[in-house]
């Protein structure tokens, strides 16, 4: 079980004291929460992509993840959102081998659509094409990887001729990929064609959501002949803020609660956190929800904490990561471990997809024949 934490890289101000933090100062705050977080005894840190205030998240994640790379050890790389639609097939594929190589293979993607909608004409798209964006980059950027000369005519980018990626991804084997989505089935179906995990960041809707969308990627990838449904790599988001007491928890975060750019001014906090998988309590209250989650979700792979957002103060962000690395985390591990059955697969590794690679296992996109979904992601 992978357990992190990832970033939207917010900068608001903070209801309590009136303090905005400066886009330098919420850099530099990031890169320690990150350092921290490996620290702390993390598995992953993932940060969000984006192009507009009020977001420092960075526009091209690969920046921030060779900088932590070189300031970090062990703890996985990932993004919370790669822009699929709207980044370069091309740029992802030899950005992230790039830093693929800097980071001795700690670093995997998390492809989206994200929230959005302006960002799309901003880089010569239309948000109307969201999902076939989605389809057909993939589908270039995963031939990128496994080919050394690519001819490719879509839709939606100039061809390509004879063309090779470089760097080429490090071992021969490309960043593993997990597609989110919170809402579009497609996606769900797209990761499961391909093999690749699917991640849920339902940190906004009821868990009922959620469950359905998990096991539609679990049907589809056993259908696609990439192993049992039970076998499927999922990952979910989760929203937590700790104290010693739940009361404590509860009045320290109301008020960044109801002041949050994202559901301020919404449903209250006792609604959310009934509604959503948002736990506001103590360490054994995130512990006791967070291992709720598999009895509708199934034993998954990583579980990332959304902890810095709303104007939280760096001290106190840094103090919740104290807590996830101490008490959280080892005992989510140990539950988990002991729950999931021999045949469910680990959190992926660079080690473990090599090992996979060479032993001739790589999954292969695949479809049982008339398959709509196939046809379209290879242009037929």
């Not at 990887?145 to 100039?158: L, P």
């Not at 959280?328 to 090992?355: G, Q, S, Y």
Request: net charge negative.
């Amino acid at each position: 079980m992978d357990i992190g934490i990832f970033t939207i890289g917010d900068v608001t101000v903070d209801p309590t004291t009136g303090h905005a933090p400066s886009e330098h100062e919420r850099i530099q705050n990031t890169v320690t929460i990150a350092r921290h977080a490996e620290q702390a005894g993390l598995d992953v840190f993932a940060t969000g992509q984006h192009h507009n205030p009020p977001f420092v998240a960075p526009a091209n994640p690969p920046i921030l993840m060779a900088h932590l790379a070189a300031m970090t050890d062990s703890i996985r790389l990932s993004t919370a959102t790669t822009l699929i639609t709207t980044t370069d097939p091309v740029r992802i594929a030899e950005d992230y081998s790039y830093v693929q190589h800097l980071s001795l293979g700690r670093v995997d993607l998390m492809l989206g659509r994200g929230n959005t909608g302006p960002v799309y004409p901003w880089f010569g798209k239309d948000i109307r094409a969201g999902i076939p964006l989605a389809v057909e980059n993939y589908a270039l950027l995963h031939r990128l990887w496994r080919e050394e000369s690519v001819d490719w005519n879509g839709r939606y980018r100039t061809p390509l001729q004879d063309f090779t990626a470089t760097p080429r991804p490090l071992d021969d084997v490309a960043p593993f990929v997990w597609h989110g989505s919170i809402r579009s089935p497609e996606i769900a179906e797209q990761a499961a064609y391909y093999g690749d995990g699917f991640f849920h960041n339902n940190i906004f809707w009821p868990m009922s959501h959620t469950a359905r969308m998990v096991n539609l990627y679990r049907q589809r990838f056993e259908h696609y002949g990439h192993g049992a449904a039970h076998q499927a790599f999922v990952g979910l988001g989760g929203q937590v803020f700790m104290r010693r007491t739940s009361q404590d928890a509860v009045r320290e975060f109301r008020p960044y609660f109801d002041n949050a750019p994202v559901y301020g001014h919404g449903p209250s906090l006792e609604e959310f956190t009934a509604q959503t998988p948002l736990t506001v309590g103590t360490p054994e209250q995130v512990i006791e929800r967070t291992l709720s989650f598999q009895e509708w979700a199934g034993d998954y792979q990583r579980q990332l904490f959304l902890i810095d957002h709303a104007g939280l103060p760096l001290k106190t962000v840094l103090e919740q990561i104290d807590m996830l690395g101490e008490d959280v985390a080892p005992a989510l591990r140990k539950e988990f471990d002991a729950r999931r059955p021999a045949d469910v697969p680990d959190a992926p590794t660079h080690e473990w997809l090599v090992e996979r690679h060479r032993a001739g296992k790589d999954p292969a996109p695949g479809g049982r024949p008339g398959s709509p979904a196939v046809n379209e992601r290879e242009g037929e």
